[in-house]
């Protein structure tokens, strides 16, 4: 998937890069709006889901030997949440393959969730 | 992975091209919320400072924390002896009133209003005209004036949008530097940009600070679940992090509360500071606990250090330790957001800031509009709705703000439900005006709009001499800096919207449209 060369979202891409719709026929429109859309959708909701997902990860793995390590490994990774939101995000708008974001940003999200249901609660 | 975006589509369609893009975008629909947030947020800055001027009746008291914590309890015994809790917000010098606040063992539904101000010195409830005063801007900041939590959540994800649409517009930005003495006026879409980039630039280091930080303020409802891998009681975060005592629980056994007063120079010895807030846990049990916090003087963050006592017998019980890093660090990003810690003229300075951010919106989406603007062409639908969302947010909603503030003044002192119908002018004459100029073509619209705003924000010194006897010559003369700054204000804002009016009344300037120079590739 991630190999695939990228000709399958070229229309996409015209779209992203120049921000003019797509001449062509409706149809062809039609798929512009949803990979459109889903790209959006990808970038706020996928997006807030994989930061969730990676800040729970950092703060399940950051060593805390004690109390007070254990609020800093809390601590940071909910302060520093929203850059990586911000990024995640941005990055969603600028990649133009739609497979390879949705690829990484849920695929990604799900893959920590499995790590973090695994790894369970602190002791 | 098989390189990134930039190795993949050339330099020509890199991160500066798809950002610009992001940048319009992100930048046109959180737009219009986060201009009024800006200019809601901006003016809380002087939350007190409003509600004061909303309550004309009410003069300053100067009384010492003990004074005020010792009469606001003699009152609160009276009232609620059996309750669960109270808050006590002792004055300063920013504010007049002692704040109270009960949670009363069981609510009384008839007595919606828990929240009370009293007189620092006697105790009693002041009487002064019902207003919701500088909160109601304040509380629009971030809840939007929509059901909880979807205005927080609403507000939430602007200022994200803010965040993206900040880092975007660097990224876009190739002459950062350049762009601060570059202000080309009356060229059309090109004073835009250079209004926008100015506006941004000067003040970039405030608004990314201001965002992230407004992002941090409401971060334990955006961004918990980290909490959840490491407490599986997620409570004992808070209890840990922040060093507050467990909760006791009630002995049902009756015994008076000690007296306050030595208890608040304890604390104030103990912490170093004057006492800033006294919280009772069942007042009146042999159970109760004191918590008296302090503000830090002279340092910016708003995690305010606790000393707890016992309420029956004043035994000093704990005092907040240090807390981590971390949490100190959310600490101070809370304080350089809500700008507590900052004397008159940092004050000012913050406001003067707020104002460019707003500015910084409101160009932006301007730009935008302008940007696809083609002469001669017949607007598309989605430029006639932008451009008319443009004139709703950034001239009536300023009209609304007025409105409020000038309802205060109009409607009588002594009337019922009078605090819900300032809320409801600000929101009738808001709607009112965004709904009217629809009659009106575009560039007349922008005239007319910026007109009445002009006009309602110059009419609040007047309604302010008509009503009271603190209007601004007697301020002047009693030296009551607080109401000559606001009736000055006003006007300045005033006269600042009636020269938007001249402006937007000048014909259109000969716009190069899509300009044959290369742009740069900034906001799509």
Same mark, same amino acid.
Do not use: K, N
């Given at each position: 998937m991630l190999l695939k060369p990228r000709h399958r979202d070229d229309k996409g891409k015209a779209q992203v890069a120049s921000g003019q719709t797509i001449d062509g026929q409706a149809g062809r429109r039609w798929r512009g709006g949803i990979a459109m859309a889903w790209r959006w959708i990808t970038a706020i909701l996928g997006g807030y889901g994989f930061t969730v997902a990676a800040a729970m990860l950092s703060a399940r793995i950051?060593?805390?030997?004690d109390a007070s390590a254990r609020i800093e490994a809390t601590g940071w990774p909910m302060l520093l949440s929203f850059l990586l939101y911000a990024g995640i995000g941005l990055w969603a708008l600028h990649e133009v393959r739609l497979g390879r974001i949705s690829m990484v940003i849920w695929g990604g999200a799900l893959v920590m969730a499995i790590l973090l249901k695994l790894l369970g609660v602190r002791a | 992975m098989n390189g990134t975006g930039m190795n993949d589509t050339g330099a020509q369609r890199g991160w500066r091209q798809t950002m610009a893009w992001a940048h319009g975008w992100l930048g046109l629909i959180a737009g219009w919320i986060l201009f009024t947030m800006f200019l809601t947020g901006t003016s809380a800055y002087f939350r007190p400072e409003i509600t004061r001027w909303m309550q004309p009746e009410i003069h300053a008291q100067a009384a010492s924390p003990t004074q005020a914590a010792n009469s606001a309890i003699r009152y609160l015994s009276r009232v609620? $002896? %059996? %309750? &669960?809790q109270w808050y006590i917000y002792l004055p300063d010098e920013r504010t007049v009133a002692t704040r109270v606040f009960r949670a009363p063992a069981k609510p009384d539904p008839r007595h919606r209003k828990a929240e009370l101000d009293l007189d $620092?010195?006697?105790g009693t409830p002041l009487t002064a005209r019902e207003t919701r005063g500088g909160e109601q801007f304040y509380r629009f900041h971030f809840q &939007? @004036? &929509?059901p909880h939590p979807w205005g927080r959540w609403l507000a939430g994800l602007c200022a994200m949008a803010m965040l993206g649409a900040i880092i975007s517009g660097v990224i876009t930005h190739k002459r950062i530097f350049a762009d601060f003495f570059t202000l080309r006026w009356n060229k059309g879409q090109r004073s835009w940009l250079d209004a926008h980039n100015v506006s941004a630039v000067l003040g970039l280091p405030y608004h990314a600070m201001i965002t992230y930080t407004g992002l941090i303020t409401l971060i334990t409802m955006y961004? =918990?679940? $980290?909490?959840l891998m490491n407490y599986a009681k997620p409570a004992q975060f808070m209890q840990t992090a922040y060093g507050t005592p467990a909760d006791v629980s009630a002995s049902g056994v009756r015994q008076p509360l000690v007296a306050i007063a030595p208890l608040i120079r304890d604390a104030e010895r103990r912490l170093g500071g004057p006492a800033t807030r006294v919280i009772i846990q069942? $007042? #009146?049990? /042999? *159970?109760a606990r004191i918590a008296i916090a302090q503000a830090k003087r #002279? /340092?910016? !963050? !708003?995690r305010t250090p606790v000393a707890t006592y016992? #309420? +029956?017998?004043g035994r000093f019980v704990s005092r907040s330790g240090d807390p981590a890093v971390a949490i100190n660090t959310a600490g101070v990003m809370l304080g350089l957001h809500l700008?507590?810690? /900052?004397g008159i003229a940092l004050r000012w300075a913050y406001f003067v800031m707020g104002l460019t951010g707003a500015a910084m919106v409101g160009t932006g989406l301007l730009l935008w509009t302008a940007k696809r603007r083609k002469p001669g062409a017949a607007p598309f639908f989605g430029l006639k709705l932008a451009e008319r969302l443009n004139i709703a947010v950034i001239a009536a909603f300023p009209a609304g703000m007025a409105a409020y503030l000038l309802a205060n003044r109009l409607i =009588? *002192? +002594?009337?019922?439900g009078r605090a819900d119908m300032e809320v409801s002018a600000m929101f009738w004459t808001w709607g009112l005006l965004a709904l009217v @100029?629809? #009659? &009106?073509p575009a560039r007349r619209a922008w005239t007319a709009l910026f007109g009445i705003a002009a006009a309602f924000w110059a009419a609040i010194p007047v309604a302010n001499a008509l009503t009271t006897s603190r209007w601004l010559v007697p301020s002047l003369l009693d030296g009551d800096r607080l109401f000559v700054a606001f009736d000055l204000s006003c006007l300045a804002i005033g006269i600042g919207f009636a020269v938007a009016a001249r402006v937007s009344a000048r014909p259109a300037p000969k716009t190069p449209g899509r300009s044959r120079r290369s742009m740069e590739p900034a906001h799509a």
């Open positions: 950051l060593p805390a030997p | 609620g $002896p %059996d %309750d &669960l $620092p010195v006697s &939007l @004036q &929509l961004m =918990p679940w $980290p909490v069942h $007042p #009146g049990d /042999a *159970a #002279g /340092a910016i !963050s !708003s016992d #309420g +029956a017998t700008a507590t810690f /900052a =009588p *002192a +002594a009337m019922e @100029q629809l #009659g &009106l």
